[in-house]
C-alpha cells in the first residue's frame, strides 16, 4: 500500500473530484461514514454511549460533522464543539453541518478563546464523562504551530483521554501532526486511533506521528482504483498478502538442499545469546542449512545451545574473539554457502574489528551484516563500497548515526530519508530498524513496516532478525524483497507473543517461537 505526502494526496483528491466527478460532498460523506463505523466496532454497544466530536472548519472538521451525525443516528449521545462559527462554515462542510444539526446534533460554537474560557470548565466535566473523543479539528492542512482556541481544544482532549475508560480517534492525521514529517507543531493530539482516507500519510509512520496516531485504519471512500495506482508515492506499507507471497512454497519432494545455506559469523565470549540467536532465527525462517562459525573456544557451548545448527571453530584472540588468523578459514567457510550473516556479539576487540573489515570486502556471496559487522566499519565504508555481491545492513539509529557520521537525532529525525540516502551513497539495501523500521534500496524504493510493538526494544531482537532476513535470503527471494518479508513476520511474530504473554515480558526468543504462528497463512 503506498504512503503519500500531502500534496500527492490532494492530486487524488482533486482529480477525483474534477475529472471523475465525484462529488466533495460524498468523498466526505464516505470518510466520516468510515470514522463513525470504526467507533462503533470499537466500543460495541452504541445506544446511549456519549461522544464529543470536535471540529475546525475545514474540510476535517466536515467529516466530523459526518461522524456526529451517523453517531447522533445509531443512538448515541454526541454534540459538536466546533472551533469556529458556523456562519464561517462554507462548501461540503456546510452541507453537513446542516444535515447534522437536522439529525438533532447540538453544536457549541467556539470561535475564540475567549469563548474558551468561559466554557472550558462545562467541556472539561463532558469530555472526562465521554466514551469517545473525536479530532477532526485540522487534518492534513497544517502550517506552523498550532495555537489560540485549537491548541486549547487539542490540549483539552489529551487532558480527558482515559485509556481503558474512553477512546480518542482522529479524523485523518492527528491535530497537531505534521502529515509530512510527524512532527508535533506545538501540540498535538495523542490517538488511540486515526481512521486516514484513501492511503496513509507520510506523518502517520514516521516521526512522533508514529506514537501519537496509535492504530491506523486506512479507510476506502471512493477514490478510483486506477487514480491511485497512478499516484506516486514516498514509500510502500508492506502487507500480509505481500509478504505470503515472498515465503517460497515447498515442493512434495523437497530437500534441505533446496532451501539455501546459510553461514554465520558471529559471537564472543559473553555474547555467545547473539550467535545462538541470529543462527536459530535463520533457521526457523526456513533455511536449509545453518552453520555458525565462532572463536574456537566458544564452539562447545554453542553445540549445546543450538541443537538444530552446525558449527564451526574459528582462530580466537586471547580474548576469545575472532582473531587475524580467522579470516582465511571464515572466507573459504562462507564462500561454501549462499549467503553470510555477519556482526551479531562479535564484540568490538580491535584485531576482531579488522578482520570483519578485510571479510566484508572479501566475502562474494550475499551478505547481512549488523551490530558489531557494521561497527567494524567505523566511520570509513569503504569496505562496504567495495562489495559486489547484494548487502543488506540492519541498523539500529545509533549505528545508522555512525556509518553516515551524523548523530542519533539526525537519523530519527528524517528517518526514511536517511535510510534512503544510506543505501544510495553506501550501495547497500537498508534496514534501519526502530518503530515503523524502513527498508530502502539503492535505487531510491522504500518499504515501511507495519508491525511490531514497544515490547520488542529487549535485548537480542535485532539478532533474530538479522537471522531471518539471511535464512530467507538463501531460499531465493530478491534481497529487498527478503528483507522487508522478514521484517514483517518478525514484527508479527512479536505482535503474536505479546498477546501471548503482554508487551514487559517479552524476550528475544519468544519471537523465534512465534515465528511459526506468524508464518502460517491465514486460510
Not at 512454497?249 to 534441505?256: F, V
Not at 559469523?265 to 545462538?276: F, R
Not at 533474530?464 to 521484517?487: C, E, H, S
Request: proline residues 6%; glycine residues 12%.
Amino acid at each position: 500500500m503506498k504512503i503519500v505526502n500531502t500534496a500527492q494526496m490532494r492530486e487524488v483528491d482533486r482529480r477525483a473530484i474534477e475529472e471523475r466527478g465525484i462529488p466533495g460532498r460524498v468523498l466526505m460523506e464516505n470518510a466520516g461514514k468510515a470514522v463513525a463505523d470504526l467507533i462503533r466496532r470499537a466500543i460495541g454497544e452504541a445506544s446511549g454511549a456519549r461522544a464529543i466530536v470536535f471540529s475546525g472548519r475545514g474540510n476535517n472538521g466536515g467529516d466530523g460533522f459526518v461522524v456526529a451525525r451517523h453517531l447522533a443516528q445509531w443512538g448515541m449521545r454526541v454534540k459538536v464543539v466546533l472551533a469556529a462559527r458556523a456562519s464561517e462554515i462554507a462548501g461540503d462542510a456546510a452541507h453537513h453541518l446542516d444535515a447534522a444539526r437536522k439529525t438533532g446534533v447540538p453544536i457549541v460554537e467556539l470561535p475564540q478563546e475567549i469563548s474558551w474560557h468561559s466554557n472550558r470548565d462545562a467541556l472539561l466535566t463532558a469530555a472526562m464523562e465521554a466514551d469517545v473523543l473525536v479530532d477532526a479539528l485540522l487534518g492534513t492542512g497544517i502550517h506552523g504551530e498550532v495555537g489560540g482556541i485549537i491548541s486549547q481544544l487539542i490540549g483539552l482532549i489529551n487532558a480527558s483521554r482515559q485509556p481503558g475508560r474512553s477512546v480518542v480517534v482522529a479524523v485523518d492525521i492527528p491535530s497537531g501532526i505534521h502529515s509530512d514529517t510527524g512532527e508535533v507543531c506545538g501540540r498535538a493530539v495523542e490517538a488511540d486511533h486515526t481512521v486516514t482516507m484513501g492511503l496513509p500519510k507520510l506523518g502517520l509512520v514516521v516521526g512522533e506521528g508514529i506514537a501519537h496516531a496509535g492504530q491506523v485504519t486506512v479507510a476506502d471512500i471512493g477514490f478510483p482504483r486506477d487514480l491511485i495506482a497512478a499516484t506516486p508515492c514516498e514509500a510502500e506499507f508492506i502487507e500480509r498478502e505481500w509478504a505470503d507471497s515472498i515465503i517460497p512454497r515447498r515442493r512434495p519432494d523437497a530437500h534441505k538442499g533446496d532451501f539455501g545455506r546459510v553461514a554465520v559469523i558471529a559471537g564472543a565470549v559473553g555474547y555467545t545469546g547473539a550467535a545462538a540467536l541470529s543462527s536459530m532465527a535463520a533457521l526457523r525462517m526456513g533455511a536449509g542449512l545453518v552453520t555458525l562459525g565462532v572463536p574456537a573456544s566458544l564452539n562447545d557451548i554453542l553445540e549445546v545451545k543450538v541443537t538444530e545448527v552446525m558449527t564451526r571453530p574459528l582462530p580466537e584472540t586471547s580474548a576469545r574473539t575472532l582473531s587475524m588468523a580467522a579470516r582465511d578459514p571464515a572466507l573459504a567457510f562462507a564462500h561454501g554457502a549462499d549467503v553470510v550473516i555477519m556482526g551479531p556479539g562479535l564484540s568490538r576487540h580491535e584485531e576482531t574489528m579488522s578482520v570483519v573489515r578485510d571479510l566484508i570486502a572479501a566475502i562474494d556471496r550475499p551478505l547481512v551484516l549488523d551490530a558489531d559487522g557494521l561497527n567494524a566499519l567505523g566511520g570509513d565504508p569503504a569496505p562496504l563500497k567495495s562489495r559486489k555481491a547484494p548487502t543488506i545492513c540492519t541498523p539500529h539509529p545509533g549505528e545508522m548515526g555512525r556509518l553516515l557520521g551524523v548523530s542519533t537525532d539526525e537519523v530519527q529525525g528524517d528517518r526514511l530519508g536517511v535510510a534512503r540516502r544510506a543505501a544510495g551513497e553506501l550501495g547497500c539495501i537498508m534496514v534501519l530498524k526502530g518503530a515503523r523500521t524502513i527498508i530502502a534500496t539503492p535505487d531510491g524504493q522504500v518499504r515501511v513496516n507495519p508491525t511490531g510493538n514497544p515490547g520488542m526494544a529487549s535485548g537480542g531482537t535485532g539478532d533474530v532478525l538479522t537471522g531471518m532476513i539471511g535464512g530467507l535470503l538463501a531460499q531465493g527471494p530478491a534481497p529487498f524483497d527478503a528483507a522487508a518479508a522478514a521484517v514483517f513476520f518478525h514484527g508479527l511474530a512479536a505482535d503474536r507473543a505479546a498477546e501471548q504473554k503482554t508487551e514487559p515480558c517479552l524476550i528475544a526468543g519468544d519471537i523465534i517461537d512465534f515465528l511459526p504462528s506468524a508464518l502460517k497463512r491465514p486460510k
